[in-house]
């Protein structure tokens, strides 16, 4: 019985061979996307879940209260809270700390000069609870003495080849000389923690003891085990007890709190000065799983308007069948049957087409996936459970409308259900073309919304500059003639140094300031960033200035005098800011510094965040020390970086050039929305195919049905352009309908979405007009081969049809 089940279902695809590539198409398309989709979207929710102790582990998150209306959090915390919880807490079974005191490690190999700016330092418990996995050493005593080193597989290769790392000294290091004493494999994708050197304590002892020690130093990157049967809400409920007992490092103003290590990469977007090195979103694990729920549902209802349109020639062999005896529910069983044959040869077709995009696809999410023997296990499931749920979805409604047709009117070719079909049809169309209509809105705004990131202006002139680290205490101290070697360089028109760069990807100093005329009684009233200039910063960066003055080349009084921005000026409630004293505060001490200048406000962050205070001091500025030259380059790029290259190694004989040009570190702020949009224009074209194949296939029998009556039409005196308009009217009723129920959605959907950016574009009404004419043109030229055909089509050979 089940073979024939499937020689039948066989037999209707082979004779009915455009409807069954126009379904098989259409679900191919779907069930490879939305597998892709969901591989993402899984790999995305698996962050961190493979450690054992996962579900156990938390890192201490700092909180400044500080500002009512600004509270920040931050991933660091005092170095001995760690041991102080597993020591007085029952509820804390382990604990380790991670630490980076500089911004890159500097060593030498072979006589050549490297630095890795991925490292930190960790306690010697490390590997007790993380289980990254050991290529060689033993993790349990990796991390045990001073000055000993964990390196991943990559970083072996590419210092060691392949000779054993194990045991091999590292002369030159920041640290001094340390030892490798074990090699980990890369660490995977879905790992919040990223490191290719993990050193053991490599300062002095005193000094590290002291250090580890002490409650008034924020620095330690800490997490803890909670203990089986533990609650992490119980442990929560003592930090306030804690809090009072060490008032010097929290007080009222400061909090503790514990984040769940399975919620950091998903959930730090307000968190600073974290471990991890990115960051995802919620917000687009939704709209991705959405979006591939949506080409499915586009691909069975192709599958279900094409079966029921067919209803009429089938509905002979139902009759035919049942008179034969054939039981209702055999019938069900063969059509769901055909379902499922249709959709499991689509889903081994789209193992084939996942294996040919994955590469495209991992180019525009920054993963890893790919497609064989040893990862198609992963693939199956998924592509099964999907395959199997569309089959229902799709044969449902097929097989349970043609197993209820009348065997006297199904062989008469009559229907009395066939009016009630031709609604379901419809309403399904307009459903379809619902979503593609949701998708095309989407796709606009993302694309209108990073066009408008790109050209935005930031205050700032972004284009040709070259931003070059300063890595050495040596180069701080001879960066005059540096920069004058540099602005020697042919091609280079402008040189300036700073603290740090607008368009930061590092930490920005940030200091508490108030103006010292306040009376107000309180100390620390705004916090502002931080950032030293030289004279030639405003110049190279063309910042502009609303009132006052810059800094004056080599003018020893300008060493205490700041510029502020428009937005310090208004939250430090300023009226007239110039020769204004500003107190500013941070932490080490307190300086009174003169207002000489206003520069208009100027995107220092990306454009997620508003514009927030910022002073500007000068290069030798007690708070921050130099770390960039950036350098106004023109012409050959090339040769300009060969020739600074040269003067770098002149001067810095230690570490080598790390160089970027700003616009491309200002373009890695939306790398995320980059890929959103990316996938958003990939499923808004094929949701529009398969709508096209689905509404092509639809037009398709539906004139083949009406051929005899076109003929008559044609004959009683109907043009081509009648019959065209006739046939393509329900058409263009359903998309206009469609219409209306997709721009509620796709506002909803949108508006959300922008709301991650300060600076974000308007959604007008051109944005929904266009999507819908779009969608619009899209179902005439769709339908309109056939339509036309059929109009031009002889009369005569149309009423010779039987």
Known sequence: MVKSYFKIAFRSLTRNKTYSIINILGLVIGISFSCMLYVYVSNELSYDSFHTKSNRIYRAITIDKRIPDNPRSYGVAVPPLGRELVDNYPEVEDMVRL???????????????????????????????????????????????????????????????????????????????????????????NSHLQFDMLFSNVRPDEGWTKYLNSWESFGAYTYIVLSKNSSIQALKAKMPALQKKHPTSFGDDIALDFQHMEDIYLRSGAIEEGTESSHGQLTYIYIFSTMGIFLLLIACINYINLATSKALTRSREVGVRKVAGAYKNQLIVQFLTESFVVTLISMIIAIGVMDMVFPYFNQITGKKFDVNLETLKDYF??????????????????????????????????????????????????????????????????????????????????????????????????????????????????????????????????????????????????????????????????????????????NQ????????????????????????????????????????????????????????????????????????????????????????????????????????FLDQQLASFYVAERRVGMIFRMGGALSIFV????????????????????????????????????????FTKQVGIAYLIACPAAYYIMNQWLKIFEYKISLHAGIFLFSGATALLIALATVSYRSLKAAYASPVNSLRQE
């Open 691 to 730: 709508a096209c194949l689905g509404l092509f296939g639809l037009a398709t029998y539906n004139i083949e049905r009406r051929t005899k009556e076109l003929g008559i039409r044609k004959v009683l005196g109907a043009s081509e352009m009648n019959l065209f308009l006739m046939l393509s009217s329900s």
């Open 557 to 660: 009084a300008d060493s205490s005098t700041i510029l502020l921005n428009q937005s310090a000026v208004k939250s430090l409630g300023l009226v007239n800011p110039i020769g204004s004293v500003i107190k500013m505060n941070t932490g080490r001490g307190v300086m009174n510094a003169t207002v000489i200048g206003v520069i208009k406000n100027f995107n220092f962050q990306s454009l997620h965040q508003k514009i927030a205070p910022i002073i500007i001091g000068t290069w030798n500025n007690p708070f921050q020390a130099i770390d960039y030259f950036t350098l106004k380059v023109s012409g050959d790029t090339e040769k300009v970086i060969k020739s600074i290259t040269k003067v770098h190694e002149k001067f810095d004989k230690r570490t080598p050039i790390e160089y970027h």
């Open 99 to 189: 630490h980076r005191f500089t911004g890159q490690v500097v060593f030498e190999m072979d006589g050549q000069n490297f630095q890795e700016r991925n490292w930190y330092t960790a306690d010697p418990n490390f590997f007790d609870v993380f289980d990254f996995e050991f290529v060689s050493g033993d993790k349990a005593t990796a991390l045990k003495e001073p000055y000993s080193l964990v390196i991943t597989q990559s970083m072996a290769r590419k210092y060691f080849g392949d000779d054993d790392p194990i045991g091999q000294i590292i002369e030159k290091c920041s640290f001094g000389s340390v030892k490798v004493t074990g090699v980990i494999k890369d660490h995977p994708d």
């Open 381 to 554: 499931p998924p592509l099964l459970c999907i395959a199997i749920v569309v089959a229902f979805i799709s044969g449902s409604y097929p097989a349970f409308y043609l197993a209820r047709l009348k065997p006297v009117a199904s062989l008469k070719g009559h229907d009395s259900g066939e009016r009630g079909a031709v609604s379901f049809r419809k309403a399904l169309v307009v459903f379809q073309f619902a979503l593609t209509i949701v998708m095309i809105v989407s796709t606009i705004v993302i694309g209108r919304q990073l066009n408008f990131i790109q050209n935005k202006d930031i205050g700032f002139d972004k284009d040709q500059l070259l931003v070059i680290d300063i890595n050495s205490g040596d180069v701080r101290q001879q960066f005059q003639a540096m920069k004058n070697e540099y602005s020697n360089i042919p091609g280079v028109q402008r040189v300036a140094v700073s603290s740090r760069v607008p368009g930061e990807w590092k930490d920005i100093q940030e200091l508490y300031v108030k103006s010292a005329s306040s009376t107000d009684g309180v100390t620390d009233s705004v916090k502002a960033f931080f950032m030293g200039f030289d004279e030639d910063m405003m110049e190279t960066y063309k910042l502009q200035l609303a009132e006052g003055r810059y800094f004056a080349a080599n």
